[in-house]
């Protein structure tokens, strides 16, 4: 195909307003896929990304168009992740484009996680169409909307599509768009190859797959490719186009997406952002804007049943296969034996990956709560990186503390805009600065520390705006704080994997809450539990878990064995996520308590 | 009415297949089997095959529902033993649980029984009652050790969902005091000569009831009548609970059964032949457990066995797996570990 009829674009939107249903109905109208082979949102695949509504992956679709114009046209849509755990993975799909989709839900508005990725997009000089969707909802005011992406982003929305992908309305005319406002790509056919990597996954059968799109050159079968971050030679045994199964093809050539696979078996030779370009004519520079995969979270993942380490070890082994972002490596708790730190781009992630164990590999794990990474400064003068708050140095070992923080950018009604503030100041928040969006929405950024984003911020936020708020955030810097680590004592003995790093004006009172947290959450044993929390080694809090008395059915004859039995089942059910730290069965709950204030 | 469900239960009797072996035990109860006129009550019992085999005949009965008449009937049809439901001795806590009896009617019936010839008497009892206080308790075990019984079932008051009680707000002993009467029960009814052979079942020695200690040692029994249930072949089933549906099928010659679980498996008979088993003092009998399953129990409960041993719940020998005492206090906690 030439240059001059391939058109390259992603979906931006918020979720729930309707982006994979709109790319259902592009792929349906276009032809590519038959109906009844479409199952509804044909690009979110596992089953996960369908049960959230979410993209996890970045998918992509080659469509074949032919225009008013009577013109045949390659249409390629590569749909985003649409989360903010995934915003370089969103960075490099739209790297990948010259033209994006701005979808608007007609009753729901402008989000921040919308704006964020309009703003990505803006960044890579994407030509913008705004299309409004839903308007078929009673509720739907898409004149408000327009003026919302007017005000607020500062885009022209008097030309935005209408349309409802519910019943089909506008999506031609979405095509149409498409074909006259999206530039054709640009780049030179003979000059070396630049093909930039969106996104890689692993195939059983034909093993690590890059997906990606070539800036200038072409790839043909056999040739001899190289990976200029990595230095990883392969040579190409299968290219081709996304159907959005895989379509084999001879050849892909400047301007065009789709995939390359070789003599490659990990992704991790395949990271999202490198450039490929040909071993014996090399492209001088790669393309702009790689880097490397940051954890932002840290967790620790242990099997409930220590038998299943092994299981647990090869299950992460095969995530980390289709996931080049999810790190993890072997890690010992005193409370918890063996297991592993896992560190995550942020707690969707985190949380995906945790149920995919759980799910696919039928593991029962048991997950510490989530921490971020800690720059200390000892006194020694070493800098330690520290992702574990079990591992926190001595107090007088430490000279300084520092924690990464966001710029948090939220977006809620104006009559919300205290809550907002309360909230974001009691969470150790820096006001930076507030915008409206229209007559009613403003736009209000906060320099905060990740660790309350991971704490509570953002339920608190939900609560309190009553589900109005949307949130974003992006790495900003590390800064110096008054941080100590709180420790939880079970009956006498520190429970390393309860441990957390707190700022030292919330230690006493996390402390307490802590204590009561748990006291509430640990089922009752045969003899009674200390509970205490201790800051530098001084407890400052004690709550007692009373032992239970006794525990036994006390009548069983002929008529109630089945009966009786199904009540031992239901009690042990209950006691099928619990860890024994030394004498005392932990619930998963209890590793988790120490993530918010109820 | 009475007539009809005889009838049927006889029908019964008649329609299922028994094995021709000797009876162990037979056993009228659940409900109260003493309403039915006593020619009733001979009818059924006349029309069980083999029923002279059998060395332990049980009867159930409420206090102050029977007469000598009535008792003497009832050893004459063959009848050696009989269970009271007493529950409590005492008046208060037997009015707040909805009782119509009295202690002096379970105190002559007790002794009326005796008169009658019966032997082997069994008394029924509940602690942790609405308002008991352990002195309560104290008092019913002092009225015991006075008494010509030979066997005691005592249980703790648990409260289902569901029931009449789970509604009601009653002031129930704190699970402290709960903890002393089991710990009371436990040390004192040794003491007055009646040792322990299961959780909640004490007797004298050799007056531990036979038809107890076939639910938890793998004997196969046929319940007969509305709701029975039936242990045969390694299947569990009931009859109808409704009488009514009971009878009419009995009597049109269709199913009058369910099974109690559809989905039973060889994993389910494993785990119940254990946790049925540990309620016994005698525990689990290794022999019998590899006779019916084909590997000792280790192939299958290693490490529950090991870890149940670590907090002083199990102890084994060559002969057997049994709870100690603190294991029969919690019970429970061995029991799901035998879950398959």
Redesign the interface.
């Given at each position: 195909m030439d240059q001059k009829h391939i058109r390259n674009f992603s979906i931006i939107a918020h979720i729930d307003h309707g982006k994979s249903t709109i790319a259902d109905r592009l792929i349906e109208i276009t032809g590519t896929m038959q109906k009844r082979d479409m199952e509804a949102q044909v690009l979110d695949n596992m089953e996960l990304e369908r049960e959230r509504g979410i993209t996890i992956k970045a998918q992509t679709v080659r469509l074949n168009y032919k225009s008013r114009d009577g013109e045949m046209y390659q249409l390629n849509l590569i749909d985003t992740p649409g989360h903010v755990d995934f915003n370089y993975e969103v960075s490099r799909s739209l790297a990948a484009c010259e033209g994006a989709l701005l979808v608007v839900d007609a009753a729901q508005g402008v989000e921040a996680q919308t704006l964020a990725n309009v703003y990505l997009a803006l960044d890579h000089d994407l030509t913008i169409l705004p299309v409004i969707n839903k308007i078929d909802l009673p509720s739907a005011d898409p004149d408000r909307v327009k003026k919302e992406i007017e005000d607020g982003i500062g885009l022209d929305a008097s030309d935005a599509i209408l349309t409802s992908a519910k019943t089909g309305e506008g999506i031609d005319e979405i095509l149409e768009k498409i074909v006259e406002e999206i530039p054709a790509p640009e780049g030179d056919e003979n000059s070396p190859l630049q093909a930039l990597i969106f996104d890689s996954y692993f195939d059983p059968y034909k093993g690590a797959v890059a997906r990606i799109r070539l800036m200038s050159g072409k790839i043909e079968k056999g040739d001899r490719l190289k990976m200029m971050a990595t230095g990883k030679i392969f040579e190409v045994t299968e290219l081709g186009c996304f159907s959005p199964n895989l379509m084999p093809l001879d050849e892909l050539s400047t301007g065009e997406v789709g995939y390359v696979c070789g003599s490659l078996k990990d992704v991790r030779d395949i990271r999202v952002g490198d450039t490929i370009t040909s071993e014996k004519n090399p492209a001088s520079e790669p393309l702009p804007g790689y880097r490397g995969v940051t954890s932002m979270v840290y967790c620790g993942l242990y099997p409930v049943d220590s038998a299943d380490y092994d299981n647990l070890k090869e299950a992460l082994e095969k995530l980390q296969l289709n996931d080049a972002a999810l790190k993890f490596e072997p890690e010992t708790s005193a409370a918890l034996g063996f297991g592993f730190r896992c560190g995550f781009l942020g707690l969707l992630h985190m949380d995906v990956i945790q149920e995919r164990l759980e799910r696919e590999y039928n593991l029962k794990l048991i997950t510490t709560a989530p921490s971020v990474i800690y720059r200390v400064n000892k006194t020694d003068g070493e800098i330690l990186m520290i992702d574990n708050p079990a591992k926190l140095p001595k107090t007088t070992e430490i000279a300084s503390i520092a924690e990464p923080y966001v710029k948090a950018t939220v977006i809620v009604p104006k009559d919300y805009v205290g809550s907002v503030m309360e909230v974001s100041q009691d969470k150790r928040g820096e006001y930076q600065s507030m915008d409206y969006l229209d007559t009613n929405r403003v736009m209000i950024t906060y320099q905060i520390p990740l660790s309350e984003i991971i704490y509570d911020y953002f339920d608190r936020l939900k609560s309190t705006t009553r589900g109005y708020a949307s949130l974003d955030y992006e790495l900003s810097d590390y800064r110096e704080a008054d941080l100590v680590k709180l420790d939880i004592l079970l009956n006498g003995d520190v429970v390393d994997a309860l441990s957390s790093i707190v700022h030292k004006d919330r230690a006493v009172p996390r402390g307490r809450q802590l204590a009561l947290k748990l006291k509430r959450i640990i089922p009752q044993q045969?003899f009674d539990i200390p509970v205490q929390a201790a800051v530098g080694g001084r407890i400052i809090a004690r709550e007692d878990v009373?032992a239970?008395?006794?525990?036994?059915?006390?009548?069983?004859?002929?008529?109630d064995?089945?009966?009786k039995?199904k009540l031992?089942?239901k009690?042990?059910e209950g006691?099928k996520r619990m860890k024994a730290v030394g004498?005392v069965d932990l619930p998963q709950e209890a590793f988790m308590a120490i993530l918010s204030d109820d | 009415m009475f007539g009809r469900y005889t009838s049927a239960i006889c029908r019964e009797i008649e329609l299922r297949e028994i094995p021709s072996e000797k009876i162990r035990s037979i056993y009228f109860g659940g409900g109260t089997p003493s309403i039915l006129p006593i020619e009733m009550i001979e009818k059924i019992f006349n029309s069980i095959p083999n029923k002279k085999s059998s060395p332990e005949i049980t009867i159930e009965a409420n206090p102050g529902t029977v007469d000598k008449k009535y008792l003497r009937d009832l050893r004459r049809i063959g009848f050696n033993r009989i269970s009271f439901g007493v529950q409590s001795f005492n008046d208060r806590i037997l009015k707040s649980i909805g009782r119509i009896h009295t202690s002096r009617d379970a105190l002559d019936s007790i002794d009326s029984a005796r008169l009658a010839g019966f032997k082997n008497i069994n008394i029924d009892l509940i602690y942790a009652l609405p308002n008991q206080t352990i002195e309560d308790l104290q008092n019913d075990l002092d009225i015991i050790a006075a008494l010509d019984i030979q066997h005691v079932s005592i249980y703790g008051l648990q409260i289902e969902e569901g029931t009449r009680f789970s509604q009601m707000k009653l002031d129930l002993p704190s699970d402290e005091i709960t903890e002393s009467m089991y710990d009371l029960i436990v040390s004192e009814l040794p003491r007055l000569g009646f040792h322990r052979y299961e959780i909640s079942n004490y007797a004298k020695d050799g007056f531990e009831s036979r038809q107890n200690l076939g639910y938890w040692s793998d004997i196969p029994y046929i319940g007969f009548g509305s709701a029975a249930h039936s242990y045969l072949n390694d299947d569990r089933i009931e009859n109808f609970s409704n009488v009514e549906e009971y009878i009419d099928a009995i009597e049109s010659g269709k199913i009058f059964y369910r099974a109690e679980d559809p989905n039973r498996n060889r994993n389910d008979l494993i785990s119940e032949f254990c946790f049925l088993g540990l309620r016994k003092t005698s525990g689990i009998d290794r022999s019998q457990f590899k006779n019916k399953f084909g590997d000792p129990i280790e192939k299958y409960f290693q490490r529950e066995i090991d870890r149940l041993i670590s907090k002083n719940l199990l102890e084994v020998d060559e002969k057997s797996i049994r709870l100690t005492p603190l294991g029969m206090k919690f019970g429970n906690l061995a029991f799901e570990e035998f879950l398959l």
């Open positions: 045969m009373k239970r008395r006794k525990d036994v059915l006390a009548k069983c004859y002929g008529g064995v089945s009966r039995k031992l089942e009690q042990k006691k004498s | -």
